[in-house]
């Protein structure tokens, strides 16, 4: 269960402060109402060194056991993300760090990533390190304040009453379907797109060496014994890829 909230906001003081209206006015409001005991902070950061020495500071407050949101408000494109000083945080910088954070508590970190163009994030993982987060919400091109007010009004609301991600997911979809705002969950994605690029290998190529290649793309250690008498060779592969991407064993 969701345990820790943090919100780090980056939009430039003459512009509508939508993450720390959506901070007061919904998280801290609905944590009171529904008497939820989610611990959330709120952040102002200015410049770069600011935004990583925090990214660090939840880094030395988070324990293995714990459940956590960061939510990352600030202006962005497909290549990285301005902070409110105009010094910039490239999505492989934010990636490594975030890499680091989901390590520490297994695999049970969701990046809400409040910019225009945040899908681009998602481009930046590497498959042959660990997962940087559980699940991720963030827009594939521009991302306008009400969207941001409106739809993560929506999903906090539910976090507070059930502490939980994925029917805060649901709810929001139900209630905001043309939300320019887009939600995956790594493991779901990855699993469809790796299971769907075997099945076809193997169907062209049925003597096609999978060892071979996804040794080396996936950073695991094929036993092609196992492979063989593998019931469904592409479920062996994604089988020992999550339990290292994910963390499933630690």
């Known amino acids: 269960m969701i345990n820790k909230i943090f919100v780090l906001d980056s939009i430039p003081l003459n512009e509508k402060q939508t993450g720390e209206d959506l901070y007061k006015d919904v998280i801290r409001n609905y944590g009171e109402y529904y008497k939820s005991n989610i611990e959330h902070h709120f952040f102002k950061v200015n410049s770069k060194q600011e935004f990583f020495d925090r990214l660090n500071g939840i880094y ?63 481009v930046k993982i590497s498959l042959t390190d660990t997962s940087p987060y559980k699940s991720y919400i963030s827009a ?70 999978l060892k071979t290649f996804y040794d080396v793309f996936l950073n695991i250690n094929i036993n092609n014994e196992d492979l063989k008498n593998a019931k469904v060779k592409a479920q062996y592969v994604k089988d ?8 499933r064993n630690v």
């Open 60 to 122: 030395s407050s988070l324990e293995p056991d714990d459940e956590a949101i960061i939510h990352i408000e600030g202006h962005g494109d497909n290549q990285l993300f301005e902070l409110l000083n105009k010094e910039v945080v490239s999505w492989d910088e934010l990636r490594n760090c975030l890499v680091r954070i989901n390590r520490k508590i297994r695999n049970k970190l969701h990046l809400n990533l409040a910019t225009c163009f945040g899908m681009h994030i998602a």
């Open 140 to 209: 594939l091109n521009e991302l306008k304040p009400i969207d941001i007010g409106r739809d993560n009004s929506i999903i906090y609301e539910e976090v507070m009453k059930c502490k939980e991600m994925y029917p805060a997911f649901i709810e929001f979809t139900e209630r905001s379907p043309t939300t320019t705002l887009r939600i995956k969950d790594i493991e779901t994605v990855l699993d469809f797109i790796l299971g769907l690029q075997i099945d076809r290998t193997l169907s062209k190529f049925p003597n096609y060496d």
């Open 240 to 247: 020992l890829f999550f339990d290292r991407f994910l963390m």
